[in-house]
């Protein structure tokens, strides 16, 4: 009698492994499916637009020269049109403005000052575009260039693409401060199963705008800022039913670092759905919007998300 009892309860078990890995086999497949093409690291600049006149030619370069909603690394090349050589240029402004159907006109998280790398002759910079280009609003960066005593100025319309790697997605979103925010995830690009390095850009909406200044500029440039000694917690989850809500060992929560972005190391134990869980604090420790998710185990059952959380597919 025990003996049968026993089998029954191995026979049990042994189909319920079965059920929970065919499931879970499933899910991988479905994923593979949505995936579709592998993701490339993108790892080589690229021109996205140029400006010639008679004195100077001015090439804007990024990541496969394409702009994406999101984070960008941009970079400036200004040439003698006459030598195509590195112009002797002294400081150079970027600035992205958004103009909406109606005309009203907005900018972005965005480094305005580029620093110049005297070793390559170029000027770099970053950009996070809150929205793509399309029937509700376009974008043109607004460039000048100090070459000796004269400024030069010059207007290009750029198209902005949507961002197709959902490792490098964003939010924005109201805190309970009632103040706008964006964060902008921007490493890894291409994640790997094991611990990686997280990136994001934490920035917020400036109330007051700096209106001594003239033209889009001087209203616009002070938009947007960097957030200054927040935390974000991270709580990564597989939320789909097959996965079973289920999380991984060794996540570190995102700190502000030397350069102004926010570091910190997820797990991927397998590819597939990821939710990334955030709760966003601010320097006193309060909660600036974020939830706390659940961390039962529950195979069948999709997995809760935070109020702020971003999803990844690799």
Known sequence: MKVSILIKTIVFYAALACVFLGSCTKGKTNYEAERGEVIEENNEFKEVS??????????????????????????????????NTPAEVSGLTFLPVRTTV??????????????????????SG????????????SWALHINFTVGNQTFSLIKEVQ???????NLNMTMFTGVDEEQYVIALIAPQKPNVAENKLVAGIYKLNRMLD??????????????????????????RMPEPSMGNHSSPNNKDLIQDKDGLYHGVVNYTMTGN??????????EGKVIRGTEVPKDFTPGVEGRKSELHLDILF
Do not use: H
């Open 50 to 83: 140029n400006v010639v006149n008679s004195a100077y030619t001015v090439s804007i370069e990024a990541l496969n020269g394409v702009l994406y909603r999101g984070y960008n690394d941009i970079r400036v090349r200004i040439k003698n049109t006459q030598t």
């Open 102 to 123: 109606m005309g009203e006109k907005n900018s972005c998280p965005n480094q305005y000052d580029f620093d110049y790398k005297s070793e390559d002759k170029y000027f």
């Open 126 to 137: 970053y950009t996070v575009f809150t929205s793509e280009s399309g029937t509700e609003g």
């Open 160 to 166: 902005v693409k949507q961002q197709s790697n959902k």
């Open 211 to 236: 209106s001594s200044g003239k033209g889009p500029a001087g209203q616009l440039q002070l938009s947007y800022s960097q957030v200054e000694r927040y935390t974000l917690k991270l709580d990564p």
């Open 274 to 283: 990821w939710t990334l869980n955030f709760i966003l604090l601010n320097p």
